[in-house]
């Protein structure tokens, strides 16, 4: 069955980039779309935003500024990249896959990120 | 941005017993709303989605219903396992936006 597994540094200066990558297995990558979507601590959920595998994305709006994603196929991973982290940026970040309704059918385990210096 | 609204933000019940979530959107998502289920350190998992059809996998005791602007989740007979915090999803419009969540607790 298919699984995710997030990856990067658990801890990020403030200004720094934050850097993630979702690795894909068990299945392919190709025709679905993947998502990023974060949790602060006990808190809700935000979804960041999207990439299908032809590497079109699409962001929050509230993020658009800051975040890059990206795919690479050969590898069956994407990436996630958000920029001028601050405080407010520490959560837990969730990599998950948009079944054929666009729901999240499946999901990482998450990835603690905290920023501070 | 659609905003979405659960209720009750806790509702306490006891095993065996039903329980009824509500989800409200700010404008109409058509039915394109998802609900999740989520347990203390864990990811959350899919239980419904297109409003009424329950995931792979997932019990019968699960169901959705609604479109619109008003969803519900009901849990017909509460086992231990499904004490968690449950959360609403629209995907309809962009960007897709999440609940706050009820969490379900044991009465």
């Known amino acids: 069955q298919v699984q995710l597994q997030e990856s990067g540094p658990g801890l990020v200066k403030p200004s720094e980039t934050l850097s993630l990558t979702c690795t894909v297995s068990g299945g392919s990558i190709s025709s679905y779309y993947w998502s990023w979507i974060r949790q602060p601590a006990g808190k809700g959920l935000e979804w960041i935003g999207r990439i299908y595998t032809s590497g079109s994305t699409n962001y929050n709006p509230s993020l658009k500024s800051r975040v890059t994603m990206s795919v690479d196929t050969s590898k069956n991973q994407f990436s996630l990249k958000l920029s001028s982290v601050t405080a407010a940026d520490t959560a837990v970040y969730y990599c998950?896959?948009?079944?054929?309704?666009?729901?999240?059918?499946?999901w990482g385990q998450g990835t603690m990120v905290t920023v501070s210096s | 941005e659609i905003v979405m609204t659960q209720s009750p933000a806790t509702l306490s019940v006891s095993p065996g017993e039903r329980a009824t979530l509500s989800c409200r959107a700010s404008?109409?998502?058509?039915?394109?709303l998802a609900w999740y289920q989520q347990k203390p350190g864990q990811a959350p998992r899919l239980l419904i989605y297109?409003?009424?059809t329950r995931a792979t996998g997932i019990p019968a005791r699960f169901s959705g219903s609604g479109s619109g602007t008003e969803f519900t989740l009901t849990i017909s007979s509460l086992q231990s396992e499904d004490f968690a915090v449950y959360y609403c999803q629209q995907y309809n419009n962009w960007p897709q936006t999440f609940g706050g969540g009820t969490k379900v607790e044991i009465k």
């Open positions: 998950a896959r948009a079944n054929d309704m666009d729901a999240f059918d499946i």
């Open positions: 404008q109409s998502v058509s039915s394109n």
């Open positions: 297109g409003a009424s």
